[in-house]
Each structure stands twice: as structure tokens, then as C-alpha cells.
């Protein structure tokens, strides 16, 4: 496998490799980006993908409980509406799903793949 994204098998404060830490960012979402932040302060690889995790898929996290909760309000107004919403809703967690398997497993063979806009933005804060 090819290690693109991190030069060694060097070990950090954790003990544990760069690209497994990486991986780690991504296993619960942001919740997990935010715990490898707050552990790994030096590898710009394993900051990156924290980053990443917690800005990318934090954003679309945020954005399916929003739309839920509109779901959820609209409810009163229009049922179309409320149906509208729940398909949006579903559809941001399908995004979601397939931006989380694919950082996932970019970080695990250590490559550092973007996201569209959190991936820059990560990347400045890495």
C-alpha cells in the first residue's frame, strides 16, 4: 500500500502510527476528529484528517439534524414539506456516509485526500 500522505512509521505521543490516528479521526464522525485533536498536536497528517473530520463531516452532520428538525416543523404547515425535508434529510447522511468510508479509508493507507471546501480549510488549520 502506498503511503502518499505520511512519510514514515514514526509514533506519536499516543503510541500509536500517524496513519492509524488519521483513521481514528474519522471512526464517530467529527466526535472523533475532535478527540485526535485534542491528543495529537504535532503531525500535520493526523491534524489534517482531525481537521477534516471535524470541520467536513461535522458540517454534514449538522446539516442532516437540521434538516430533520425543519422536517419536523414543517410537519404543521404541509406534509409534501415535511416528506421534502425527510428525503434531504436522508440524502445529506447518504453524502455523509460515502465522504465518511472514503476518508476513512484514505487516511488508513495514508493519503491525504480532500474534501471539497473542508478539505482546504483543513488543511490551512493542520
Known sequence: MSDQGHPGPSRGASGLSPRTLAALAYAAWWVTGLAVLRVERADPFVRFHAW????????????GVACYFAAFLVLSISAAGFTAMLWTAMAA??????????????????????????????ERRA
Do not use: F, M, N
Request: include cysteine; charge should be positive; charged fraction near 10%.
Open 52 to 63: 477534516q473530520s471535524v470541520i467536513g463531516l461535522g458540517a454534514i452532520w449538522a446539516l
Open 93 to 122: 447522511w447518504t453524502v455523509g456516509l460515502v465522504a465518511w468510508g472514503v476518508c476513512l479509508y484514505k487516511a488508513w493507507i495514508g493519503e491525504r485526500w480532500k474534501l471539497p471546501v473542508a478539505g482546504d480549510i483543513a
